[in-house]
């Protein structure tokens, strides 16, 4: 079992081809409402390749709360550790513009997933291969779910975005870090390959495009991505992570997972919406097929 402890947002995405100045009012092209929270994207990921997964996380007693439990229940992620709260549903203001996005999160609900929900959801924790952490909530939450993982031997990912509220002395307790290029730099105030030959096989940094990199004790192993055309990039992180996440508890090794990931990650962004292009397994196993 993958249990992700994270974000649950509604992305509320507005598609643009002028970018407002400050003091400026545009046209934009689309609005849309679609599900997402890193949390609960890499949950869907990895529900969708076959992993058996469960979230622990919390929405506020509105209507985006009712359809977030709703999405992830459809998605068969186990839902029992999703508490509904007084506060209102997570969200994300998204802005598309020229294939890239900028994103507000206004964490609401998600910021009530505190140490007393984590206890409350000991017996779900413990049935973990894995543990999966992002960095929209509670950075006290975070510091206790490391604990509680050391404590039961229950190895962690974390990935540490957004990066700003990353501490270094959290690299001892988890197995895998997940940093974009800018997310390292900005946790380790240097460039992306002298941090990754301090941290052999723990650290993988995501290259967008480009695929990413690990160090494996020897030499730096950049694994290239697939390339293809982006229509949304919202999400490849996460479908990135809930992918590695899927091949690992499988059994594969660090190579294997990443290259996984990397043709898991381009088939998402081929279509619109942090959810909306997460692949199914077969649609993985079909494109590793044409690569061959
Ligand atoms: O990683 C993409 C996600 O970041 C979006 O779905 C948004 O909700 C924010 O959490």
Redesign the pocket.
Known sequence: MITIIG?I?M?IAIQTTIFPKQGETVLGNLFTTIP???G??QAVAAARLGSDVQIIGAVGKDAFGTELYMNLKNENVHVDGIQKTDNST?I?N?LLHNNDNR?I?VPGANFDVDQKMIDANLELIKQSALVMLQL?IPVETIEYVLKVCEDLAIPVLLNP?PAANFKQEWIDKVSYLTPNETECEVMFGEDYETVLKQYPNKIIVTLGGEGAAYFDGNQIIRIAGYKTKAVDT??A??TFNGAFAHAIIEGKSIEEAVRFANITASLSVEKFG?QGGMPRIEDVMIRLEEMK
């Open positions: 974000s947002n992305d997402g929270g890193k609960a994207n997570g994300a998204i994103i999160v929209e975005a919202t999400g992180g996460d942090a």
